[in-house]
């Protein structure tokens, strides 16, 4: 069984930082991409940012020069340095990766999310 458990979320003011971290656990043979995708209420789901084992990384728009994304394959952990916070960065932040717990097949996994709240 595979978890991914993240934390660091919380209530910043608008130009603050925060740092989201996100470990998976369990049975993996192998993780290809880790993400993290936010949900605002009354919207859908969005990719913010998205890195490859190999460290290729790809952002949204919306948070490019203010976001960095990074990983430790030896830990598979994927963190979020997110910096310069607007209020519409407001949301539900969640870990995604799309790994393999068998050493077959790729599989979706999603954290339970965390809250990230950016006062004006």
């Known amino acids: 069984q595979v978890q991914l458990v993240e934390s660091g979320g919380g209530l910043v003011q608008a130009g603050g930082s925060l740092r989201l971290s996100c470990a998976a656990s369990g049975s993996i043979f192998s993780i290809n991409a880790m993400g993290w995708y936010r949900q605002a209420p009354g919207k859908q789901r969005e990719l913010v940012a998205a890195i490859t084992s190999g460290g290729s990384t790809n952002y949204a728009d919306s948070v490019k020069g203010r976001f960095t994304i990074s990983r430790d394959n030896a830990k598979n952990t994927v963190y979020l340095q997110m910096n310069a916070l607007k209020p519409e960065d407001t949301g539900v932040y969640y870990c995604?990766?799309?790994?393999?717990?068998?050493?077959?097949?790729?599989?979706?996994?999603w954290g339970q999310g965390t809250q990230v709240t950016v006062s004006s």
């Open positions: 995604n990766a799309r790994l393999s717990p068998g050493g077959w097949g790729l599989y979706d996994y």
